[in-house]
C-alpha cells in the first residue's frame, strides 16, 4: 500500500471525519496549537536569542537550556499532538500540499540544527558558558534555528490557503509532482 | 443601538472604506502574509512576555534577577508588540464589519486593552524593584493568552 493509500485510509475512520467536521473540536484543536506555537517556540526563541548573544547576555547559556528546556519540551508535546490531530482531521488535503511537505522537511533540519549543536559546540559549553556573545557556531545555529522556525510558522500558515491544491487545476507539472496530485488522464 | 455601539460601526465602515482595507481586501496574497508576520511577532513576544512571567513565578532562569531579565526582554516585548499592532490594524481594515460582529474580536480587544495597561504598569514597576511576584505572573499569562486565543476564534467567526 503506497503512502497515500495509508492516508486514504485514515481519511476515512469515523473520528478523523468527526474531527473534521465538528463544530468546536477542530477550531480548539487549532487553537491549542497556536497557543502551543507561543510557548515552545517563544522559549526556542528565547533560546536562540541568548546563542546569537543578542540578548540575555548575562545569564550563562546552560542555565537558558537547563531551566527552559523542560517547558520546551512540554510545549513541543503539546504542539505534536495538536498537530497530529489538525492532519488526522484533513489528512489527504495536508498529505498533498505543497506547504505541509516543506514545513515537514523543515521541522526535520531543525531537528538536525539541534542535534548538530549538541553534539558539537555544546559539548564544550563549560568554555564559553557565561560568554556575552557566544562563539560563531553557537550563533549559527541560533540565527539558523530563528530563520527554520519563521519559515515553519510561513509554512504552517499558509497550509489553510494552499494555492496548488490539487483540486485546483491546471497547475505547473511541478507543482502536482511535488504535492502528489493524483490527475485523471485528461480527455483527447 | 447605543451611541457607543455606533460610534465603533461607523469606524469600522469607514475602515473598510480605507485604501489599505480594500488593497488587502482585494489580493489574494496580501491577507495570508500579512497574518504570518502577525504570527511571527506573536511568537517573539509569546517567548519575551512567558520567560519574565515564568520568573515571576519562581519558574525557568531562576539564578537571574527579574530586573535584568525584564530589563533583556523589553526591546523584544515592546518590538514585536508594535508589529503586532502594525499588522493587526492592517487585518481589521480588511474585514472591519465582519469584526465589529464577532465576539471573540471584542474578547480580544479587551483582553489587549487589559494587558498592554498591565504590562506597562503594574508588572514593569514590579520587574523592576526585583520583586518575585506570583500573582503578577498569573495575571500577565492569562491575559495574553486571552488575546492570543480571542485572536484564533475572529478566524472561525466566533
Not at chain 1, 61 to 66: A, D, G, K, N
Not at chain 2, 73 to 93: D, E, N
Request: hydrophobic fraction near 55%; aromatic fraction near 12%.
Amino acid at each position: 500500500m503506497s503512502l497515500l493509500g495509508v492516508v486514504k485510509a485514515i481519511a476515512d475512520q469515523p473520528w478523523s471525519v468527526e474531527l473534521h467536521e465538528s463544530l468546536y473540536g477542530y477550531p480548539i484543536v487549532e487553537s491549542v496549537h497556536v497557543w502551543a506555537l507561543c510557548l515552545f517556540v517563544g522559549l526556542t526563541i528565547v533560546l536562540d536569542l541568548r546563542l546569537t548573544g543578542l540578548t540575555f547576555r548575562t545569564v550563562p547559556v546552560s542555565e537558558v537550556v537547563r531551566r527552559i528546556l523542560p517547558w520546551q519540551i512540554a510545549g513541543f508535546i503539546v504542539m505534536v499532538i495538536s498537530g497530529v490531530l489538525l492532519f488526522y482531521a484533513i489528512p489527504v488535503r495536508s498529505y498533498q500540499n505543497i506547504f505541509f511537505r516543506v514545513k515537514i522537511v523543515l521541522l526535520i533540519v531543525a531537528g538536525i540544527n539541534v542535534w548538530v549543536f549538541n553534539s558539537g559546540v555544546y559539548r564544550r559549553i563549560q568554555s564559553w558558558d557565561t560568554d556575552p556573545i557566544p562563539p560563531a557556531r553557537a550563533r549559527f545555529a541560533g540565527f539558523a534555528s530563528l530563520a527554520l522556525w519563521v519559515l515553519i510558522i510561513f509554512c504552517g500558515r499558509m497550509i489553510a490557503y494552499n494555492w496548488f491544491d490539487c483540486d485546483k487545476q491546471p497547475q505547473p507539472q511541478v507543482i502536482n509532482t511535488l504535492a502528489g496530485c493524483e490527475l485523471e488522464a485528461s480527455a483527447p | 443601538m447605543n451611541a457607543v455601539a455606533e460610534v465603533l460601526w461607523h469606524f469600522a465602515k469607514w475602515s473598510e472604506a480605507t485604501s489599505l482595507g480594500r488593497v488587502i481586501r482585494n489580493s489574494e496574497y496580501a491577507f495570508p502574509m500579512i497574518e504570518f508576520v502577525h504570527l511571527v511577532a506573536l511568537a517573539v513576544i509569546g517567548g519575551a512576555v512567558l520567560v519574565v512571567d515564568m520568573r515571576l513565578l519562581g519558574l525557568g532562569l531562576k539564578k537571574t534577577p527579574v530586573a535584568q531579565l525584564a530589563k533583556d526582554a523589553q526591546p523584544y516585548v515592546t518590538g514585536s508588540l508594535i508589529v503586532m499592532l502594525m499588522t493587526g490594524i492592517a487585518l481589521y481594515t480588511s474585514e472591519a464589519t465582519k469584526c465589529y460582529a464577532s465576539v471573540a474580536f471584542w474578547i480580544k480587544m479587551v483582553s489587549l486593552l487589559l494587558a498592554m495597561i498591565f504590562t506597562y504598569t503594574v508588572k514593569r514597576t514590579i520587574a523592576a524593584r526585583d520583586l518575585e511576584n506570583k500573582v503578577v505572573g498569573v495575571l500577565s499569562i492569562l491575559l495574553w493568552f486571552g488575546v492570543a486565543w480571542g485572536g484564533r476564534w475572529i478566524g472561525f467567526g466566533g
